[in-house]
């Protein structure tokens, strides 16, 4: 069986609640392909069980940084570095609620679970680490949190479009908590 997400793409599942129509708008018929190829290699044991913070959040996270980067025509690496994060940022989560945290423990275990030669280069897998780790943080220990990673400096400005690309993404599904709830999108 396809999982909701591919079903939402290829149409098998439409309702009100799916935004189907909304997402059409931004999804042609090869994002279509490529998103089910991601969607068909996640490895779904990794993720965190949970109906708020598993799967289909995953999901739902990288659909919306896999547009943002296509919208910003990341390059073939950053592009990659996104998706991975987008899937696997909440890997090791221990709760629902609020856990600052939560990104610096998926940071930790990140590199047992991505599988692109890409991460090879320890910079790149350096890089994942740490916008995993940033997104359940505040902006402002980016800085900080930049330097716990040992990148180059002249890999700031790119760590800070991909963390806010992730973060971007994230908090886009947050759209799901009603209005009054601390965790609703705070636009």
């Known amino acids: 069986m396809q999982n ?3 079903q939402i793409l290829t ?3 439409n309702s009100f609640e799916t935004y189907t129509s909304e997402i059409d708008k931004f999804v042609n ?3 279509r392909i490529e998103l089910i190829k991601i969607l068909r290699n996640i490895n779904k044991y990794e993720l965190y069980s949970s109906h708020i913070h598993g799967l289909f959040h995953s999901e739902k996270v990288l659909l919306f940084a896999y547009l943002i980067a ?9 592009f990659q ?5 987008a899937i696997y940022h909440d890997i090791k989560r221990q709760n629902d ?4 945290f939560h990104g610096m423990a998926s940071a930790n275990a990140i590199e047992k679970v991505v ?8 910079k790149n897998l350096k890089m994942l680490k740490a916008i995993i780790d940033i997104h359940s943080q505040d902006d402002k220990v980016a ?6 990673y040992e990148l180059d400096l002249e890999e700031y400005d790119r760590y800070k479009l991909l963390f806010s690309i992730l973060k971007d993404a994230d908090a886009l599904d947050r759209k799901r908590f009603v209005e009054a709830s601390e965790v609703a999108l705070n636009p």
């Open 4 to 6: 909701i997400m591919e």
């Open 11 to 13: 149409g098998e599942l």
């Open 29 to 31: 018929d090869q994002t």
């Open 70 to 78: 296509k919208e910003m025509n990341l390059d073939p690496v950053s």
């Open 81 to 85: 570095i996104i998706v991975d994060a």
């Open 97 to 100: 609620f609020e856990d600052p």
């Open 115 to 122: 599988t692109s030669e890409i991460y090879n280069d320890k």
């Open 143 to 148: 800085k900080r949190n930049f330097g716990n």
